[in-house]
Structure formats: C-alpha cells, structure tokens
C-alpha cells in the first residue's frame, strides 16, 4: 500500500525545483536551461523532476504561475487599507524588489522569446490579469477619496502603471547596462505624474516618503 503523500514535503519539494530551474533558465536561457542541469542545480534525479513536471515548458509554466500567486496574495493583503494610493506605489515597490533578483535579468530575456507558446502565453496573460484587477480596484478607491486624477479611468490609469513597470523590466531584461537601481527614483517620478495629471492634488507620496 502506498505511503500518504505530505502535502507540506510535497509543495517544498515542487517549489525547491521551481528555484532551481529558475536559477538554470537565467543562467543558461530556455534552450541551454536542460532538464539535466536542472535536476544538477536541484540535486535531484530526472525521475523526481518528472514527476512534478513533465515537461520543461511545464516548470516555466509553473514559476510564472508562482509568481502571478504572491501577486494575487499581496493584493488580497492589503484589504482594509485606506491608503490607496500608496497601495499602487507598493505594488511598483514590490515589483522593483523582484526585479532586484539577480536571476532576472536573465530570466525575463529568456521567458520574452518563449511568448509563441501558448502555455507560456496563458500563463502571461493571467499575471497581466491579476495585476490590471489589483491596481485598478485600488486606484478607483484613489478616485473616490479624490488622491489621484479623475478625468481617466482608473483601467486606463492602472494599464498605464503597468506599461511603465513593464517597460522598466524590459529595460532589465535586455541586460544592455540599464543600472535599474540608479534609475528607479525615475520610474517613481513617472508613474506619480501619470497618477496625479497636469494639477498635483499633494495627497500621493512614495512608501519611502511616508510621514
């Protein structure tokens, strides 16, 4: 009789694999990232690593479905704010903070020339789903507490955040000597002023500028 799986050993298990197909992806890109480097980087034999994952498409899958979960959990933590447009400035923050990673430069260049799957484009279009919901419920909440501009919808306002973050990670992902860090009090700037229009309410400020 077989012995009852532990979910807790289970998850840990997929998600140690998921960090390290992460690293190995980043590293090596998609098509040097094979499941045999992977399995290296784990320490795991091909057979465990299979049956979390049958495929290698299947493990980007999942890490970007990882991501897009803590997406959707910050979101539903910071119900009962009433900050909201600081919630907004802290998804950039959070954003930034992943884009910190070492491995992301090398991971957004691999995963940006993998947009032809469909799997991976699924994938894609839930994160970018989860986000354009999060940010325009809070910036709607902005709208009506009279924080941030009204003559845009708080979709059109939340789709231009995320074409700002985007092209910031873009700019990462080319690894072309972008120094992201010197460069985020800029983005910072930017996404303020696409929030607040031509006349500047003086209610928006930075998560660092908090009193």
Do not use: N
């Not at 954003?95 to 991976?120: C, T, Y």
């Not at 940010?135 to 507490?145: E, G, I, S």
């Not at 306002?157 to 800029?186: H, K, N, S, Y």
């Amino acid at each position: 009789m077989p012995r009852p799986v532990d979910p807790e050993r289970h998850r840990a298990r997929r998600l140690h694999i998921i960090d390290a197909g992460l690293t190995v992806v980043a590293r090596h890109g998609y098509a040097g990232a094979t499941t045999a480097a992977i399995c290296r980087e784990a320490g795991i034999g091909s057979g465990t690593f299979f049956h979390y994952f049958p495929t290698k498409e299947s493990l980007v899958v999942a890490i970007l479905a990882e991501g897009t979960a803590e997406t959707q959990e910050f979101f539903d933590a910071q119900e009962g704010r009433t900050d909201s447009a600081a919630v907004v400035l802290d998804w950039v923050r959070r954003s930034l903070e992943d884009l910190a990673d070492p491995r992301a430069p090398g991971f957004i260049g691999a995963v940006s020339g993998l947009v032809g799957s469909e799997a991976i484009a699924a994938a894609l279009a839930e994160e970018d789903r989860i986000v354009r919901a999060g940010l325009t419920h809070w910036l709607d909440a902005a709208q009506h507490a009279g924080i941030v501009r009204t003559d845009v919808r708080p979709e059109r306002l939340a789709r231009w955040v995320m074409l700002i973050v985007d092209g910031f990670a873009g700019q990462v992902g080319a690894q072309t000597g972008f120094d992201a860090a010197a460069e985020q009090p800029l983005l910072f700037e930017t996404v303020e002023s696409v929030l607040t229009g031509p006349v500047r309410p003086g209610h928006l400020t930075r998560p660092d500028r908090r009193p």
